[in-house]
């Protein structure tokens, strides 16, 4: 089976006055239909741009180059008529606020009908008669009269569900969740969760899910993919990156996570250190000044994402642990 | 760890807001119902609930930063409810808050040595400036900044860095306690793990007491002593940390942690989810009895009818559930 999504050497870079920044970094991964991929990282690691260059919904300033291949097709390069073909249809994207794909000013009834009879040909009367039934099979009660409400008339993790309903509506191969319930709280996150773990079974659709919440990964996903300035670090399946992470990052992530399930030892540990600033990369490994494993070889030049058993795959110069 | 620094009874605090709609006029939003506890020398303790729950005005009105509606906070003993600004005074050198936008928290034209330094100046502006900035220096170099950075700007300073100057300026009078309201929430999760270690060594060098606000239950778990379970402005339960994620009696508390995602796939997998109906009610028409009962999965006709009120489990864990002894642990 070949897989819906394609990634082949991705970069991306921004144009900004004071330099280049380097966001996306030789970035290789596929992904199957029905799989659910987790992607972590801190902040600014280059999750999200990753997949917003995948949609060629980068800023002005931002250009990739490499292949990206979705089901067969092209789509670095591809022209904005041709990609509307795509998105929103066979690959859809839902961020951490609502609002940044619903319309304040439409009910919406008027914005998913305007989905359905745009993208699937289906008349008025159809379309709402969907567009009911995907708010349904989102949790939302009463879908027949909601359906007529505007965003701000919903609560904040019922506005998360009308998303997702709006991103569902034509069937998506997949589904990119760019941190969907970071706005939330915990009792409503776990209705969302259990609402994506059934589409995935249910639909059959591509989920990537994108967030800083190990946990989530972890209920959610089969496969996770670790990022660390703007590169891959680690690869590999759910319970492989959990019970015997490589990575030295990896394994930093996982120690200092306070447990909610266990006591831990009195201090947690920390990754010494911050982040590096991608708009000057250090020579070599991006987690040099953080590593406790580091060795001259780190300092001069860039670790490279080998394949060092079946699925599995790491950016690091340190010998198996 | 014996000595109560705080008291807190019935502590009540209501907005009026306007009631909206056609006839206009103002009801009263119940922010803080009637919360009580006591926080003792060098303890933590954990506040948890979901957002609009109550917690960061609570620890507002606990400090006197908001003017409690209701209900008493003694501080070592005496009622400090209510004091204007200048009685309060004394009383603040030893009471201080971090927040959880660090950045936004610190005055972006004063250099970091002046944010840092000026609670010493309110307070004891006998002190010359010279000294100040030693005093300075030395706070810094405990939440680890390099002191030689003293005169640069907020904006120059990463999210986990400007957390540190927030509790370098907390820090500086030697307070007793500090409330932190969700001092961790903002920052990656490597970085988190230094503030929270840091937190913790001050409080051992300093006997410090914390009320740690936080919607994250793990950290909680992690850095306190004892949690107390907001839902509504109400308190639903206050147990020792390990009782709470051990031996949860409340049907709130026990939904709570069963929602927080473990990062372990078997666990997480395996693991039995309550999940609750529907959303918060609105603060300004709580459920009438228990406020939990319009999401309670064991509500009947007398949570309609009853509030119920803090009941002992056993030393020091006290739940306020009507039917908690008939639903076991
Ligand atoms: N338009 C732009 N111009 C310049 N730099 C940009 C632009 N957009 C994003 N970046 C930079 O690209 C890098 C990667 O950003 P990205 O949003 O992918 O991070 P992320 O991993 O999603 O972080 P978070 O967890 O905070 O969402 C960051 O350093 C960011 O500042
Ligand atoms: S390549 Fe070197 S510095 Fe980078 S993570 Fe591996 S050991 Fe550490
Ligand atoms: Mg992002």
């Given at each position: ?215 989530v990964v972890a209920g959610l996903c089969d496969r996770v993919m670790v990022m660390y300035g703007g590169r891959i670090v680690e690869k590999g399946d759910v319970r492989n990156i959990f019970y015997d992470a490589q990575h030295p990052y990896t394994q930093g992530l996982l120690e200092s996570m306070p447990r909610l399930d266990e006591a831990k030892a009195s201090k947690l540990h920390a990754i010494p250190g ?48 | ?329």
């Amino acid at each position: 089976m070949s897989p819906i999504l394609n990634v082949k050497n991705l970069e991306t870079r921004f144009q900004t006055l004071d330099g280049e920044v380097s966001a996306v970094n030789g970035i290789d991964f596929h992904l199957h239909k029905g799989e659910s991929l987790g992607v972590v990282g801190e902040s600014g690691s280059g999750k999200t741009q990753i997949f917003l260059s995948i949609m060629g919904l980068l800023a002005k300033n931002g250009r990739s180059t490499g292949s990206v291949k979705f089901k067969g097709q092209e789509l670095i390069g591809m022209k904005t008529g041709e990609l509307n073909k795509i998105r929103g249809v066979t690959m859809s994207m839902i961020f951490q606020d609502p609002m940044t794909s619903l319309n304040p000013y439409l009910k919406i009834s008027k914005q998913m009908n305007e989905v359905l009879i745009e993208h699937q040909g289906r008349t008025e009367e159809e379309a709402l008669k969907e567009s009911i039934q995907m708010l349904d099979l989102v949790g939302i009660p009463e879908a027949r009269k909601r359906v007529h409400m505007y965003p701000h008339e919903f609560s904040g993790g019922m506005r998360q569900r009308v998303m997702i309903a709006m991103a569902l509506l034509c069937k998506p191969d997949l589904l990119i969740a760019d941190e969907p319930t970071t706005a939330l709280d915990v009792t409503v996150q776990a209705q969302i969760l259990d609402l994506m773990r059934n589409l995935k079974k249910e639909l059959d659709t591509a989920i990537v899910m994108i967030t800083h919440d190990l946990g989530v990964v972890a209920g959610l996903c089969d496969r996770v993919m670790v990022m660390y300035g703007g590169r891959i670090v680690e690869k590999g399946d759910v319970r492989n990156i959990f019970y015997d992470a490589q990575h030295p990052y990896t394994q930093g992530l996982l120690e200092s996570m306070p447990r909610l399930d266990e006591a831990k030892a009195s201090k947690l540990h920390a990754i010494p250190g911050q982040p590096p600033n991608l708009q000057n990369l250090p020579v070599g490994c991006a987690f040099q000044d953080r590593c406790e494993y580091r060795k001259d070889q780190c300092l001069s030049s860039i670790p490279n994402l080998i394949e060092f058993a079946e699925g599995r795959a790491k950016a690091c110069f340190r010998e198996a642990s | 760890m014996s000595d109560t620094i705080l008291n807190v009874e019935d502590l009540k605090v209501h907005f009026q807001v306007p009631r909206g709609g056609f006839f206009g006029g103002r009801v009263p939003l119940k922010a803080v119902d009637g919360v009580s506890f006591e926080l003792k020398s060098g303890e933590t303790l954990g506040i948890v609930g979901e957002s609009g729950c109550g917690k960061s005005t609570l620890g507002r009105a606990v400090l006197q930063l908001i003017e409690p509606t209701g209900g008493n906070v003694a501080w070592l003993g005496s009622n400090i409810t209510g004091l204007d600004a200048k009685t309060m005074r004394p009383y603040r050198k030893d009471m201080q808050i971090i927040f959880q936008d660090p950045l936004a928290s610190l005055n972006p034209r004063m250099t970091i040595g002046e944010i840092i330094g000026e609670p010493l100046k309110t307070h004891y502006p006998e002190i010359s400036r010279k000294d100040r900035r030693e005093k300075v220096r030395q706070m810094m170099d405990k939440v680890g900044l390099l002191p030689q950075m003293i005169n640069r700007y907020p904006h120059e300073f990463s999210g986990g860095q400007c957390q540190r100057i927030g509790i370098a300026r907390a820090m500086i009078l030697e307070p007793k306690v500090i409330v932190c309201d969700e001092p961790v929430s903002a920052l990656d999760v490597s970085i988190q793990a230094q503030v929270v270690n840091l937190l913790q060594d001050l409080q051992k060098e300093f006997g410090l007491s914390l009320l740690f606000i936080s919607h994250d239950l793990s950290v909680v778990r992690h850095i306190s002593h004892r949690i107390m379970v907001l839902y509504l402005g109400k308190v639903m339960e206050i147990a020792p940390k390990d009782a709470i994620y051990a031996d949860p009696r409340h049907p709130y508390t026990k939904a709570l942690i069963s929602a927080v995602p473990i990062p372990d796939p078997d666990r997480e997998r395996n693991k039995e989810i309550v999940v609750l109906q529907g959303d918060l009610p609105s603060p300004i028409a709580p459920p009438s009895g228990c406020v939990f009962r319009t999401r309670c999965p064991f509500a009947d006709d007398e949570c309609a009818k009853t509030a119920p009120q803090p009941e002992s489990v056993e030393a020091g864990h006290t739940v306020s559930c009507l039917h908690w002894q008939k639903l076991g642990g």
